[in-house]
């Protein structure tokens, strides 16, 4: 095992939170660190970061193009460890560009390593939930298949481990690959540089900046009070996520159900809080996402005079049965009822298929939801609700 002192790492994709964090790691352990940044203004933050966490050594400042076939004369032959925590996240990505940045990078990354001299190991940070497959290449049905059923984010990740695996293992590369859960910060100083979820909303409060407060003591709502579209969301997120789509909407807005996301209550309160909803809040037009679904279809088939318009966003009751769904009355309904029965209750019915979205469109697609929801989606994405099917997810 070689001495800290021979060991010279090169991180990339330094300045993200992992990355950061790996640099002061090494840095503490006495190894030289390099780190490949492509403008140098980003290499200004990181190098101040570990001056303010307790280590004045900055590490290099390398300029690296992973596609050329020649290595910068002399700063990396005694490059011994590669370290790659580099990606791209962002709500909205489109198939392309995710595997642009997340598989062929992986891809240039393996190719670059194995050029270097004196390589004892690549380690590459990978996503989670993508360990354990056949990292042989994907076919094109494979790719396609895998991009529509998890979203451009995810499977890129899921392609990505593959592509990494199946290139180390063909160039002879020693490589090891970490598959970490959720990294929401430090673990011992409970420092954290994203926000996400809940710590987006008390960070916004604390600013004054909070678009929306509670609709009351109970109830958690975000948008424009008493307006006629109310979006129901489903588990395991707050109404805060779909704050894009409500934005988009206009005259929207989005409420937790009782025991789900910020509200109070639990499923025994439903029954009442939708009617109460519909009858005395001015709710015309009910967009229930996955569970919420179910609450939007009971809602419209115990107050029809109230409801004019549903709306499905990928309804669980439509997807694989599992066991540990509860058997709500609309999914037992669903369940059994004849195709032509269902397109007769729902006479104007429609789908709407949003490519390379997952089962969280608003997330991914927040302007295609939201031109779904109005009833303008382009022509591309919208299908005529079919019979001999159960795939209809909004009626208008």
């Known amino acids: 095992m070689p001495s800290p002192g021979d060991r010279h790492a090169l ?3 330094a300045t993200g939170f992992v990355g950061r964090h790996l640099v002061l790691a090494l840095g503490h352990a006495g190894v030289r660190v390099s780190t490949a940044n492509r403008r140098r203004a980003s290499f200004g933050r990181l190098a101040r970061w570990p001056a303010e966490h307790g280590h004045d050594e900055a590490p290099a400042d390398l300029r690296v193009d992973l596609t050329q076939p020649l290595l910068p004369a002399g700063k990396l032959d005694d490059v011994t460890e590669v370290y790659n925590c580099a990606g791209a996240y962002r709500f909205g990505m489109q198939a392309d560009e995710a595997r642009r940045a997340n598989v062929d990078s992986v891809r240039s990354v393996v190719v670059f390593a194995a050029r270097l001299p004196r390589l004892r190991r690549l380690v590459h940070v ?7 497959q056949d990292p042989r290449p994907w076919s094109e049905e494979r790719r396609r298949e895998t991009y529509r059923a998890l979203g451009a984010y995810e499977a890129s990740k899921v392609e990505a481990d593959a592509v990494y695996r199946f290139e180390a293992e063909r160039l002879g590369v020693p490589w090891s690959v970490v598959n970490p859960a959720s990294v ?6 409970g420092e954290a540089g994203q926000y996400l979820g809940l710590a987006s909303t008390l960070r916004d409060l604390w600013r004054g900046g909070l678009p929306a407060v509670p609709g009351n003591a109970r109830t958690f709502e975000l948008g424009e009070p008493g307006a006629p579209t109310v979006v129901l969301p489903g588990l395991p997120v707050n109404a805060d996520t779909w704050a894009p789509v409500v934005t988009a909407l206009g005259e929207a807005r989005a409420a937790d159900l009782p025991g789900l ?5 639990d499923r025994d309160d439903w029954p009442s809080w939708l009617a109460a909803l519909v009858t005395k809040t001015g709710a015309r037009h009910l ?3 996955s569970i919420g679904a179910a609450a939007a279809v009971e809602a419209a088939a115990a107050h029809p005079d109230a409801v004019e318009r549903l709306t499905l966003v990928a309804p669980f009751f439509l997807q694989a049965r599992s066991a540990s ?6 999914r037992w309904y669903l369940g059994r009822v004849s195709a032509r029965a269902l397109a007769e209750r729902l006479p104007r ?3 709407t298929v949003i490519p390379d979205a997952g089962h969280h469109p608003r997330l991914t697609h927040p302007e295609e939801v939201a031109h779904a929801v109005a009833g303008d989606a382009p022509p591309r994405v919208r299908e005529p609700f079919s019979p001999s099917g159960r795939s209809a997810r909004s009626r208008g």
């Not at 996301?261 to 209550?265: A, R």
């Open 11 to 13: 991180v990339l994709g």
């Open 126 to 132: 990978s996503g989670y939930r993508v360990g354990g």
């Open 184 to 189: 929401i910060g430090d673990s011992v100083t």
């Open 261 to 265: 996301g910020m509200s109070e209550g």
């Open 287 to 289: 967009v229930g996402h």
């Open 325 to 330: 769904v509860p058997r709500l009355p609309a």
């Open 349 to 351: 019915a429609e789908v």
